[in-house]
DNA sequence: TTCACATGTAATCATTCTGGCTACATGTCT
DNA sequence: AGACATGTAGCCAGAATGATTACATGTGAA
């Protein structure tokens, strides 16, 4: 199992956003970047929009950022593209035996470890910003 | 998206053949606790076996423990019963736009962020045992 | 107003993974 | 030999993903 690229999608798009500031950052445009659907791409932008990370209009084309890309984490990306929900990266087996008293007891004793192994993972995930990445996109490129 | 249950049935068939010292820990009987079918537990006892966790032997009844519940972290049966592959946890689109300097670069730079975090989740996995959960357990059961 | 074009969104589809289940080969002990 | 347990392979229904098509909605210019 993974968890959907739509997490790397989205940062994908909001990194390319931000370095097309002269151009203008329609659907298909990202579509051809991220090489999927335009589809795809507004499907996720939708997203974006929804945790007010970028601005997007119908009927008016291309995509804007609405924060400086220094207040946003990718832990905020993570959060915005769904794609996994509060205190469930892990599941649990329900329906354990309750005459057992292991079964009658191991959800309610995993679920708070299961919940500080994620929160680290979000954690880390909050300690990088688009400003991160797109620096370090732009020092690749110096070296090609 | 959620990481396989097969994670918690492992600390769950841990945790009961510990404290089912006295008994035969069967597939069958450990099945009747986390209440599914034997064959399933039979092949995560199999993914726990050739890491190490337990010891099992074709025809003869019963797994055993083969190390001390201090020495079993959780990060050993989340490695064991491979829910999630080595730097596998989050998923990127591959053939991203060579021509685009985002497209071209995005992969590489991603790529050790989120490694970072799933060693942020694996660091906080490694830091409980068997253990702690069998503790738990055991207090929670007091109370009742 | 009409037309070209962009976003918003629903529906479909193949693929993949999960967990439950059956069936049976293999191994052990009485 | 027979009873029973583990080791596996195979099948199934259900869920999620990402690609794709289609179309309603919204905008601005001719």
Same mark, same amino acid.
């Given at each position: ?5 739509? +997490?790397? @999608? ?23 970047? @991220?090489?999927?659907?335009?589809? @795809? ?44 929900? *509060?205190?469930?990266? +892990?599941? @649990?087996? *329900? ?18 470890? +299961? ?15 688009? *400003? ?8 690749? *490129?110096?070296?090609?």
């Amino acid at each position: 199992m993974t968890i959907s690229s739509r +997490f790397a @999608v989205g940062i994908h798009i909001l990194t390319l956003i931000d370095l097309n500031k002269d151009g203008i950052s329609s659907s298909e445009y990202l579509a051809g970047s @991220v090489n999927t659907n335009p589809a @795809v791409i507004r499907k996720i932008m939708g997203m974006l929009k929804k945790s007010g990370l970028i601005e997007v209009h119908p009927g008016i084309a291309g995509a804007k950022l609405a924060k400086p890309i220094s207040d946003i984490t990718l832990l905020d990306v993570y959060k915005a593209v769904n794609v996994v929900q *509060e205190k469930e990266l +892990f599941s @649990v087996h *329900e329906n354990s035996n309750p005459d057992c008293p292991v079964g009658r007891n191991i959800h309610d004793t995993i679920l708070p470890l +299961f919940s500080a192994a994620q929160l680290a993972l979000e954690k880390s995930l909050g300690s990088v910003t688009i *400003e991160d990445v797109v620096r370090d996109i732009m020092e690749k *490129e110096k070296c090609k």
